[in-house]
């Protein structure tokens, strides 16, 4: 099938990353798996720094709700400095393994990945159709935005540093949690508000139905990316499915 942007009078085209613009191997596998080997010696290195000492409370703090609430997460010493940051590094492995979506995880994974896109140890995947994509929507008149669990830091290196070169310039917004979580239909309606458009005039393209249902309910127009041509586990699920961007033309 194919989904014109005109027909739909849809303005503004939302996009998902993991999955949608971005295998979610890539993500997963290189960029948490870089991360996870680094976290130690990035937060020895930034000591002192403000925004680092930051995310560390607010980690001690996820660390105490965490263990309240009986999710039993590996102990956390502060007995010297030293063993305070590897308790860190270790509970940061912890919530890596979960796929937490922490703020403060986040923001140190971000800093990390910062680190790696600009000595060129990481680039950016995203297949191949998102470049022209993007090129061709934001050509005719369209305006593009990211909504994405990643820090708004993380998806601005992904798509600065990808293999395609630097997509920034045709993304004018990069929302993450701030807004609300992905599944909830109020951040939708934040997003909405923040462009200063009509739900119904912005696609979003995501390959998770849970994510599109929560939009959906907030009157966006929405497309299911089934890059695998593989379905979806919901039989009962009632989005449009494309499995490129190619599909979505103007």
């Not at 999710?71 to 937490?100: F, K, M, N, Q």
């Not at 009157?219 to 089934?226: A, E, I, N």
């Amino acid at each position: 099938m194919t989904f014109s942007l005109a027909a739909a009078a849809i303005d503004v085209v939302l996009l998902d990353i993991e999955g949608t613009t971005t295998p979610i191997e890539f993500v997963h596998r290189t960029l948490f798996s870089y991360a996870r080997e680094r976290v130690r010696g990035f937060l020895e290195a930034s000591a002192g720094d403000p925004a680092v000492n930051a995310a560390l409370a607010g980690l001690r703090e996820e660390h105490r709700a965490d263990a309240a609430a009986g999710e039993s997460p590996p102990d956390w010493r502060d007995d010297s400095a030293g063993v305070g940051l590897t308790s860190a590094a270790t509970y940061v492995h912890w919530l890596i393994d979960r796929d937490r979506k922490s703020r403060w995880l986040k923001e140190l994974q971000g800093r990390i990945w910062e680190e790696g896109y600009r000595s060129g140890s990481l680039h950016g995947e995203v297949y191949p159709d998102v470049p022209d994509a993007l090129a061709r929507w934001t050509g005719a008149g369209r305006r593009a935005g990211i909504f994405s669990s990643g820090s708004v830091l993380a998806q601005k290196l992904l798509f600065a540093h990808s293999t395609a070169g630097d997509l920034t310039p045709f993304l004018r917004w990069h929302f993450d949690t701030a807004v609300g979580a992905k599944r909830e239909s109020s951040s939708y309606g934040r997003i909405a508000d923040t462009i200063g458009i009509s739900p119904a005039r912005i696609l979003f393209i995501s390959d998770v139905s849970a994510e599109l249902e929560a939009a959906e309910a907030a009157r966006l127009r929405t497309l299911l990316c089934d890059r695998q041509g593989t379905g979806t586990s919901d039989s009962g699920i009632r989005h449009a499915v494309i499995r490129s961007f190619e599909q979505v033309t103007v």
